[in-house]
T-cell receptor, first 115, second 111 residues
Framework: SAVISQKPSRDICQRGTSLTIQCQVD?????MFWYRQQPGQSLTLIAT?????????ESGFVIDKFPISRPNLTFSTLTVSNMSPEDSSIYLC????????????FGAGTRLSVL | QKEVEQDPGPLSVPEGAIVSLNCTYS??????FMWYRQYSRKGPELLMY????GNKEDGRFTAQVDKSSKYISLFIRDSQPSDSATYLC???????????FGSGTRLLVRP
């Protein structure tokens, strides 16, 4: 399985500011994904990020709020823009297994609190 | 109606017990079934992956899928305190990358 590093592991931010979360993988992967896990709830897919193309966003998530970059096959960033307390969540990146493409591996997540 | 239903627990069992964790789903288009374990303040860790009806065993863990009933289970034998975590079922349709997660069941194994 891939080793996935996320930074920062946690942060406390003021409303109206933005935070960029980094996701680094130890091997080249085609598909990377960003999920949100709100307090006491399960994981919800925010967007799919392919290298060299625009991210694909799920219903309820928009690029202006969650811009994503995917500059190469081992790295992606998710920005949470103009934050409000409702954005307080755990944000997780995942990658598909390069062989068993139906399998996804997750990073440890970024725990975000917005005051 | 949620696509995937999972009892949130918490489920508290004594050490050594057999644990049964379950999910039901409504869409027969789901073809791939996974179980993840998530420790507190950690990311989900893949435990089991299967795509056919029947049982799949890996050590103390057995994943069971019944596509006709739209019901999946994870059994843990000889449960240990280290098994205390939240267990998430995750389902995937063919030709899709979007994992649909259950809400997770919190398990506590008492020494």
């Amino acid at each position: 399985s891939a080793v996935i590093s996320q930074k920062p592991s946690r942060d406390i931010c003021q409303r109206g500011t933005s935070l960029t979360i980094q996701c680094q993988v130890d091997s080249q992967v085609t598909m990377m994904f960003w999920y949100r896990q709100q307090p006491g709830q399960s994981l919800t897919l925010i967007a799919t990020a392919n290298q060299g193309s625009e991210a694909t966003y799920e219903s309820g998530f928009v690029i202006d709020k969650f811009p994503i970059s995917r500059p190469n096959l081992t790295f992606s960033t998710l920005t949470v823009s103009n934050m409000s307390p409702e954005d307080s969540s755990i944000y997780l990146c995942s990658v598909e297994d390069p062989v068993a493409k139906n399998i996804q591996y997750f990073g440890a997540g970024t725990r975000l609190s917005v005051l | 109606q949620k696509e995937v239903e999972q009892d949130p627990g918490p489920l508290s069992v004594p050490e050594g017990a057999i644990v049964s964790l379950n999910c039901t789903y409504s869409n027969s288009a789901f073809q791939y079934f996974m179980w993840y374990r998530q420790y507190s303040r950690k990311g989900p860790e893949l435990l089991m992956y299967t795509y056919s009806s029947g049982n799949k065993e890996d050590g103390r863990f057995t994943a069971q899928v019944d596509k006709s009933s739209k019901y999946i289970s994870l059994f843990i034998r000889d449960s240990q305190p280290s098994d205390s975590a939240t267990y998430l079922c995750a389902l995937l349709m063919d030709s899709s990358y979007k994992l649909i997660f259950g809400s997770g069941t919190r398990l506590l194994v008492r020494p």
